[in-house]
């Protein structure tokens, strides 16, 4: 690769000669404020923000579609970049409606934050603004606001180029261009809220938390999406401890700056959800009745006893962390002694795509298997577990937070046993058959990690606080309002769940029936696992860190049972 | 500061007179028996009611027109408010406004009558009241809800002459 | 001897002084605050003159409270002495001259003791128990150093006090206050009253300022600065403990105006009164009524004073009571001497 040397204000750097003015500069942390410019997407030149003055060209190019050449000299910050700057932004704001107040935008806003750092702060223009249509659905998950549009075009280059399909386009000319839709078509593609995200003003946005929140008002806590294998980079917007909204999060090892709808709105609100389990349940008479924990844990160690080894089955949980199937197999295998030991597979084939939806859709089988959630030698697997149910040679089965009745012939089967523990998060089907029942925390309440569909181990982090966990003591990423409100502040106070992470729940069980295992925090499950598991050799938390790290080397242990 | 700095001055320059003592205290004497003639400056309060300006910062109320808030829920009161009173939750209105108040909740105890949130609204739609008779036997009666902030415009339309007078 | 009388004059002495005490407390509140252009306590009863009965009912109710680490019987003796020292000072103060009622005499005052002005200089000094064993007792530093000050200018001033009065038992040459009373009955050139104030203005101001110090009013009232000593010796007091600390204070207010009445302004004595041919009854009654007033005067006096001056400094207390007011008290008793030998 051919590198060439160019002066940024004043600063000699050295760049790929492929690279752009713009790219280069950010690449040794020069930033040069832009609109219509998106790393990931292609160079459009129309906003103009990203104007530099370039020594030897006569006019002022933009840094955005300008190559870097051997012995440029760039200047980003003086007059008459400034004045340029300036000019751009009064042509931008001539026709903004003054809606910040009721914008959702309003605190993450490009044209915002340029308007206080690149604007001369007042208006010369008297005369009235062009209106447009407002308050428009554009696409079932997406609100459209004409008039805040600043045609910087990055929406369509992103359904064309990301999303593949083309569905927007501008219409009209001069300042009546406008954004549209073909008509009678909407914007709904399964990766349509993306245009939110990088959409640098408030005309496209999330309808889903449309008015939910403020951006200031919200915690953003690192962690990964649980929608399926890609395990895409996500920051959880919390509030009042309660899930607002996801956004993708930046990585190009994983989801480059993108996810997919699904996983956007249907994976954070059952963290909210009204059937949340609220403590631990045991069936009395028929029903579930809600009990201490040490109740719970007491009878399930005394009950498990009075089975035989090769009565019991474990089935581990690919919407569980790596702690935990880690510990839960442990368990399995050294205090419970059965081989019978694997988890449920969750692959929709077909459903997937080449961008990033994956057929598997749990965040986290392979780590599952890594860990050794895999049948003994002359185990049972999966189907044969439930098999073995079905013709009564498995009596006693244990699982991890897993929706089992839903898959395909697994509830009739479920019905027949003597005795079923099950960690859920929320109420559902395979409740019914559970004898007893432990409230998980569900991953956006506890500390782990997960390996994705390409051996990638990511972080969960904690992000919503369960009655065992305190946002100030445990680490939490905290809000003005998380930091100051007092006991008696009503906006302090988000329903706080008696939920636990299903290692901690394991290791009480394990501790009662005679084997101590020694952890107080994820991160020791996670050192044990990283001197036990041959993959993870050497890894910790901070080695993982916010992006993740491949697993060391592909062990024999297969991902498809 | 240094010890040596901060040691006490006395004026020396006393006159024979004032180093007496006794016509000093005299003098000072007459000047108060002749304070307990002057008028007094108390208000009766129960009886008398004190009317403040229109620079006074009383209650924070929510500006009532044409029957529904001026407030949009931006939350900028909530943000600036330096002792985190305030409680917005925007709902989404058919209105023209689009967005409006579902809930909006001033904690009284918390309230230190700074001005902030009548300083930074952008709609005009939070402004200092003339109010302030505020006590309460009870902390739930000091959280305000919008039945209680919601005043009609014509009752403040001195607090908002005065702002635009100020402006 | 007969008893009963006596007794009817310690009821009645009591009644009036205890009553007394209550208003003064009344008056001293509204007179600061006509001072500081406010109205004062005016919401009990017409003008707030219940004021007094309310705030004795609040203390009443008041919880008692003695600290755990306080010596209890000390705790509870030392106010009152504070309190039954400055009542009993009175015994010795003629309020009258000797009335004639229902063809007996009748001395108007309690305890006709031919040593007064020692009994009274001995009991104000008594005084100052209460308060330092207040402070003793209390086990609490600030108490305790409220208690310290107070006998440390007990004894700086007592001097001053002594010695000034020196001055007024050369010319009278009694230890009798009725008797001193009596001297100053004269006119001084035929026009001014024969008072002490008047033949003794230096020994008057020494006496007064040291009686200041003694009944620990403002300027004086370093036994409990507040600033620096949360309450002084009676921060651990509370209830009706508290309450009879501050009847003290207020009880030695009128006895400190009674005595300075007596051994300065002409004790009952209404000059000129027998120019005017009133009944010798009326007379002794309008003499009650003078002794009355000047007192009231005096204290008037005492309140505006708090209200005037700020607090001295521990030092410059020290300094005016041994540089200052020591060196005058001598003077004067020169001077009076000088002045007799003439």
């Known amino acids: 690769m051919p590198s060439v040397k160019v002066t940024i204000d004043g600063t000699q750097i050295e760049a790929d000669s492929k690279r752009t003015i713009i790219e280069a500069a950010r690449e040794h942390g020069i930033k040069i404020p832009h609109f219509c410019w998106h790393p990931k997407l292609s160079v459009s030149g129309n906003c103009r923000m990203c104007l530099v003055e370039i020594e030897k060209m006569p006019k002022l190019a933009i840094a955005c579609s300008t190559q870097v050449a051997e012995g440029m000299v760039v200047h980003t910050k003086n007059d008459r970049v400034v004045h340029a700057r300036n000019a751009v932004m009064e042509f931008f704001l001539i026709n903004h409606p003054l809606d910040c107040p009721i914008c959702d935008e309003a605190g993450e806003c490009k044209l915002q934050d340029y308007t206080y750092k690149y604007s001369t702060g007042y208006s010369r223009f008297d005369e009235d603004k062009v209106h447009k249509p407002k308050r428009i659905q554009i696409g079932p998950h997406v609100m459209f606001d004409a008039e805040r549009c600043i045609l910087c075009s990055r929406c369509i280059r992103f359904c064309d180029e990301i999303a593949g399909v083309h569905q927007l386009q501008f219409i009209q000319r001069g300042d009546h261009t406008e954004l549209t839709t073909f008509p009678g078509e909407k914007l709904d593609n399964p990766y349509s809220m993306n245009v939110v995200d990088i959409c640098p003003v408030g005309a496209l946005t999330n309808a889903d938390f449309r008015f939910k929140a403020r951006v200031w008002e919200m915690s953003f806590t690192d962690t990964i999406c649980q929608g399926c294998a890609r395990g895409c980079n996500i920051e959880v917007g919390v509030r009042n401890n309660e899930i607002l909204r996801l956004t993708p999060r930046r990585n190009d090892d994983v989801n480059s700056s993108w996810m997919c709808d699904h996983g956007r709105l249907d994976t954070f609100k059952f963290v909210n959800a009204e059937n949340r389990i609220k403590a631990p349940m045991i069936r009395k008479d028929g029903v579930l009745v809600e009990v201490g924990w040490d109740e719970a844990i007491a009878r399930v160690a005394s009950e498990l006893k009075s089975f035989k080894k090769s009565e019991i089955a474990a089935l581990g949980s690919p919407f569980a962390t790596n702690e935990d199937n880690y510990v839960f197999q442990r368990f399995a295998k050294e205090v419970l002694g059965t081989k019978n030991i694997d988890f449920a597979r969750h692959s929709h084939e077909g459903d997937e795509d080449a961008i990033l939806i994956r057929a598997d859709k749990s965040p986290n089988s392979t780590g599952a298997a890594e860990v050794g959630v895999v049948p003994g030698d002359n185990g049972m697997s999966f189907n044969a577990i439930i098999e073995g149910i079905r013709e009564g040679k498995i009596k006693a089965l244990y699982a991890l937070e897993d929706d089992l009745a839903a898959l395909p012939g697994v509830a009739e089967a479920l019905s027949k046993l003597e005795f079923f523990v099950v960690h859920a998060a929320n109420d559902s089907a395979t409740l019914r058959y559970a004898d007893i029942v432990f409230a998980a925390a569900t991953y956006a309440e506890k500390n782990g990690t997960m390996v994705n569909f390409e051996q990638r181990v990511q972080r969960v982090r904690p992000a919503v606080t369960t009655l065992e966990l305190d946002r100030a003591m445990d680490g939490f990423e905290m809000s003005r309002w998380d930091k100051f409100a007092s006991h008696n502040d009503k906006w302090g106070k988000g329903p706080r769940r008696d939920a636990r992470s299903s290692w901690k729940i394991v290791a009480s069980i394990a501790a009662l029936m005679g084997t101590k295992f020694k952890y107080n925090t994820a991160d020791e499950v996670f050192n044990e696992i990283a001197q036990r598991v041959e993959s993870f050799r050497g890894l910790s938390y901070l080695k993982v860190g916010t992006k993740g790290t491949p697993l060391k080397a592909k062990t024999a242990a297969s991902v498809h049972a | 500061m240094s010890l040596e700095k901060s040691t006490i001055i006395r004026k020396k320059d006393l006159s024979l007179l004032e180093r007496l003592y006794i016509p000093e205290i005299v003098k000072g004497m007459t000047l108060t028996i002749r304070q307990m003639f002057t008028p007094t400056f108390t208000t009766q309060y129960p009886e008398e009611r004190f009317q403040p300006p229109a620079s006074f910062r009383g209650r924070p109320v929510l500006v009532e027109e044409h029957g529904v808030e001026r407030c949009v829920a931006c939350g900028l009161c909530s943000r600036v408010c330096p002792a985190l009173a305030i409680e917005v939750q925007a709902g989404e209105t058919e209105l023209g406004k689009e967005r409006y108040p579902e809930k909006f909740e001033i904690n009284m105890i918390r309230c230190i009558f700074c001005g902030f949130c009548e300083e930074v609204c952008p709609e005009e739609a939070i402004i200092m009241s003339q109010e302030y008779e505020l006590a309460f036997t009870n902390p739930q009666d000091a959280l305000f809800g919008k039945d209680k902030l919601l005043v009609p415009i014509e009752k403040v339309q001195t607090r908002l002459d005065f702002l635009r007078s100020n402006r | 001897m007969n008893i009963i009388e006596p007794l009817i004059k310690i009821a009645l002495v009591l009644l009036i002084n205890l009553t007394t005490v209550a208003y003064l407390v009344y008056a001293e509140r509204r007179v600061s605050a006509f001072i500081q252009n406010r109205v004062g306590p005016n919401r009990v009863g017409p003008m707030g003159l219940l004021q007094p009965v309310a705030d004795i009912v609040k203390l009443f109710f008041k919880e008692d409270i003695v600290p755990t680490a306080a010596n209890k019987f000390v705790h509870s003796l030392a106010p009152l002495i504070s309190l039954i020292v400055a009542l009993s000072t009175f015994a010795v103060i003629p309020f009258g001259n000797t009335i004639h009622l229902f063809g007996h005499d009748f001395k108007l005052m309690i305890a006709d003791v031919n040593v007064g002005l020692l009994y009274l200089l001995a009991l104000s000094s008594l005084g100052v128990y209460g308060i330092t064993l207040s ?208």
């Open chain 3, 135 to 342: 402070g003793w007792s209390s086990n609490n530093k600030y108490s305790l150093l409220g208690g310290l000050r107070s006998s440390a200018q007990m004894i700086s001033y007592e001097l001053s006090m002594g010695l000034s009065i020196i001055g007024v038992l050369m010319i009278s040459s009694s230890l009798q206050l009725d008797k001193i009373v009596v001297h100053q009955g004269n006119y001084l050139m035929g026009f001014i009253p024969k008072w002490n104030i008047f033949l003794q203005p230096l020994g008057c101001i020494t006496f007064v300022v040291a009686y200041f110090a003694e009944t620990n009013r403002l300027p004086f009232d370093l036994p409990e600065a507040e600033p620096e000593l949360v309450g002084g010796y009676h921060t651990e007091y509370s209830g009706m403990k508290f309450g009879l600390f501050f009847l003290a204070e207020y009880a030695n207010m009128i006895t400190a105006s009674a005595v300075i009445t007596t051994l300065y302004l002409g004790g009952w004595q209404f000059p000129f009164i027998e120019n005017f041919g009133f009944s010798p009854l009326a007379v002794s009654l309008l003499q009650v009524a003078a002794f009355g007033v000047k007192i009231a005067l005096v204290l008037l006096f005492f309140i505006i004073v708090r209200w005037t001056i700020p607090r001295f400094r521990y030092d410059q207390l020290m300094n005016i009571g041994w540089k200052v007011m020591l060196p005058l008290a001598i003077l004067n008793i020169i001077i009076t001497g000088f002045f007799i030998l003439l």
